[in-house]
């Protein structure tokens, strides 16, 4: 999600901290970027460069070098100060109960109350107001495309037929996990544009086939919206893709990088990272149990090691989890989670129960809140037919008509704004 706090000074960014009864200190704050009537401030970019960094190594994502890494969030919080000055504008802000309900949202997708979860933060080292200003940012931007992109998006029974249609042949039964990379420029821009893009995907192409890593080279190069998250696009089926992308990566193996695809929006570069096959009209769901320690200590790891050997000398499952689980909607169910379908865990827990038998206790291992050990209890399959497949249909056409617009829709705010960079 976009981080960012705005602070505007309607005259020079000084701050007076008095120190002392008889001395006072006046602390510089520099301006980094003007943008229109606004700034951006060293402050809120070291702040937000801090917090992605830390976000990023609890995710294990690698990141470009430090100079690189911080003009790419210099640009993010430019983009967010346009919005945010295009939002004052049109009267839609956000109020501090929509923050509250949303963090309370991710609370629960996670398995705990707001409380812990504020408390797991602290103890990853994540400021909590930051992380409060960077939910509020993220709303803020999704009011924004809701009113100006998705207001305007139209989805045809005729569309979604085709949709349906496709996912009825052959490979289009796959779904792929796709890294991507956008060197962005205008349809209609000068040839020399076009050209100087082009061989910045080149040259792009030419570091990764030399072994540089996709994520880095994404936070480093990609003017897409998920540069800074590696370019991860998730997993998606073929017609959630442009037809420019689905074509290619019909053609590639996993592993593969292809080379750089023209669409109106610029120039593209796809690797496929996984592809698993699905099948049609249907959805697996687990039933799974864990015990959850909210700690990334070696300790937390330790602690589930010996719970885990304890529950492998005969103590049940669920007593274990009501004595140590640090997950409050669960531990007094026996460590029992909700049934889950792809894409509602954790990736970790998912790709975890992926590899276990039922009955089987997996060893601990670690997601973004803590360190678990799980136990799947059983699978099903649930049929998805009729409306319900035609609605997923519209959902996903939708959808991705919107990242579309919405990235040249930010491209269109930046080149309607005045930007100087002063960093």
Same mark, same amino acid.
């Given at each position: ?20 009864? !008889? ?11 003007? $943008?229109? +009537? ?19 190594? =609890? ?13 790419? &969030?210099?640009?993010?919080?430019? %983009? ?5 000055? /295009? ?42 107001? /930051? ?23 139209? &989805?045809?029974?005729?569309?979604? %037929? ?17 890294? /991507? ?28 086939? @030399?072994?540089? @890593? ?29 037809? !420019? ?8 193996? &996993? ?13 593209? =570069? ?19 149990? /864990? ?35 640090? %997950? ?7 460590? +029992?989670?909700?049934? !889950? ?16 038998? %039922?009955?089987? $206790? ?15 209890? @059983? ?38 704004? !005045? ?5």
């Amino acid at each position: 999600m976009k981080k960012h706090i705005a602070i505007i000074l309607s005259g020079l960014c000084l701050f007076a901290a008095q120190t002392r009864a !008889f001395a006072a200190d006046v602390v510089l704050d520099s301006i980094v970027a003007i $943008v229109n +009537e606004g700034v951006v401030l060293s402050s809120e970019l070291e702040s937000e460069v801090a917090f992605l960094k830390l976000q990023s190594q =609890i995710n294990n994502q690698a990141l470009p070098s430090d100079d690189v890494f911080r003009e790419r &969030v210099l640009q993010r919080l430019i %983009d967010q100060e346009i919005q945010r000055q /295009h939002a004052n504008t049109l009267g839609v802000i956000v109020d501090p109960s929509s923050v509250n309900r949303a963090i309370e949202q991710v609370a629960q997708g996670n398995n705990m109350s707001t409380a812990q979860f504020r408390q797991t933060l602290a103890a990853q080292g994540f400021d909590y107001d /930051h992380y409060r200003k960077s939910i509020e940012n993220e709303l803020l931007s999704t009011r924004l495309v809701q009113r100006d992109v998705q207001s305007r998006i139209r &989805v045809s029974k005729q569309e979604i %037929d085709d949709f349906l249609s496709a996912s009825n042949q052959g490979n289009q039964n796959q779904r792929y996990r796709v890294l /991507h990379i956008l060197l962005a420029v205008p349809q209609a821009a000068p040839q020399a544009e076009v050209d100087k893009a082009l061989a910045r995907a080149n040259s792009v192409l030419a570091q990764l086939n @030399d072994g540089k @890593d996709f994520a880095a080279t994404a936070a480093a190069n990609s003017d897409g919206t998920r540069a800074l998250e590696g370019g991860d696009l998730g997993w998606r089926e073929l017609q959630e893709l442009p037809d !420019f992308l689905s074509a290619e990566l019909t053609k590639m193996a &996993v592993g593969d990088i292809s080379q750089p695809l023209r669409s109106p929006n610029g120039f593209h =570069i796809v690797k496929l990272q996984d592809k698993s096959d699905q099948e049609q009209q249907a959805q697996s769901e687990t039933l799974a149990r /864990h015990i959850f320690i909210a700690s990334n200590s070696e300790g937390g790891e330790e602690l589930l090691t010996q719970v885990r050997q304890r529950i492998l000398n005969g103590e049940t499952f669920a007593a274990m989890a009501a004595e140590f689980s640090e %997950d409050p909607n669960s531990a007094d169910n026996g460590g +029992e989670l909700p049934w !889950f379908t792809a894409g509602q865990m954790p990736g970790e827990i998912e790709s975890m129960a992926a590899t276990l038998k %039922d009955g089987e $206790v997996s060893q601990p291992f670690r997601t973004g809140f803590g360190w678990h050990i799980l136990e799947v209890l @059983d699978t099903r399959t649930r049929d998805n037919t009729g409306d319900t497949v035609r609605r997923q249909a519209e959902l996903s056409l939708r959808q991705l008509k919107v990242e579309q617009e919405t990235e040249r829709w930010i491209r269109q705010l930046r080149d309607e704004s !005045f930007i100087e960079i002063r960093g």
